[in-house]
């Protein structure tokens, strides 16, 4: 099974200005900075298979308890969200949640800390943790007789300077897309998951479930299980809105819990380097 997600220019728009804003200002119930923040997201699902999705509306969780290494949020707004949208038609189908991964540097990874983007990269850190994967039990959308959900993470990290060498797309990775906003480094990264029952599931996919961490053999018999599918998305918004584009600096002041911005005007010269 393949999903292809697109996403439209405004929710790219809606979807990077809330996660700059959790990892750069302070929020005035948080004791600290970089915080996880929390949508769903919605648009339109074709009726029949292969599964193509696009994204046209996101809902920002403003009730969420965001924290730097978690976001929680209540049952009550994803069952009157999911309800409420479907009053405005095809449009506005649920179709998954996405959440932020804030880095800062010098950060205790697992892996050690985190001092450049290579490491994000090389650890992989914008992957799904197990905790996310358990998130999509229960929580999806139908196509036919099958049922799907998808997960984005938008992963950020501030560098020392602007820095865009390994930005965009690879092949190995189509459900990844990385980009360079003044210095701050961004990753897009989508997965998308058939929910199958348990009792149903072959080899192959008991093992996919095993990806991010879960354990097949805690999960009740007959119970809906979310199996990774072979994810990709169509990056064309993102390469035409940031490619090469200018901007300004962040620094993240971690001792005092304070994002400051320098406008582009201002900022260093951003360099665009061609391999």
């Not at 292969?50 to 308890?65: D, F, G, N, Q, V």
């Not at 998808?150 to 390994?166: G, I, Y």
Request: charged share 30%; with cysteine; aromatic share 12%.
């Amino acid at each position: 099974m393949q999903a292809e997600i697109k996403l439209t220019k405004s929710v790219i728009f809606e979807l990077v200005t809330a996660a700059v804003e959790a990892y750069v200002v302070k929020h005035d119930y948080s004791r600290t900075i970089a915080v996880e923040t929390f949508a769903y997201l919605f648009g339109k699902v074709n009726k029949k298979l292969p599964l193509k999705c696009t994204i046209e509306h996101i809902s920002i969780e403003t009730s969420a308890k965001k924290r730097r290494g978690s976001v929680e949020v209540k049952k009550v707004s994803y069952d009157f969200k999911r309800e409420l949208a479907s009053l405005f038609g095809d449009s506005f189908d649920y179709i998954g949640t996405m959440h932020t991964h804030p880095w800062l540097k010098g950060e205790e990874s697992g892996s050690g800390p985190i001092e450049t983007a290579e490491q994000v990269r090389r650890h992989q850190l914008f992957l799904l943790s197990d905790a996310d994967h358990k998130c999509e039990v229960n929580r999806h959308f139908s196509v036919g007789k099958r049922d799907f959900s998808l997960a984005c993470t938008v992963t950020l990290f501030a560098m020392q300077r602007a820095n865009d060498r390994k930005d965009y797309s690879s092949d190995e990775m189509p459900n990844l897309y990385e980009l360079t906003l003044g210095n701050l480094k961004i990753w897009f990264y989508m997965q998308a998951f058939e929910h199958i029952k348990s009792d149903q599931l072959t080899d192959e996919q008991i093992k996919l479930f095993g990806k991010y961490g879960l354990e097949y053999q805690k999960y009740k018999k007959f119970e809906k299980l979310p199996i990774p599918i072979d994810t990709s998305f169509d990056k064309t918004e993102l390469l035409q809105t940031f490619i090469a584009a200018g901007f300004g600096r962040f620094s993240i002041d971690e001792d005092n819990n304070q994002g400051l911005y320098l406008q582009k005007a201002s900022a260093e010269t951003r360099l665009q380097y061609k391999d």
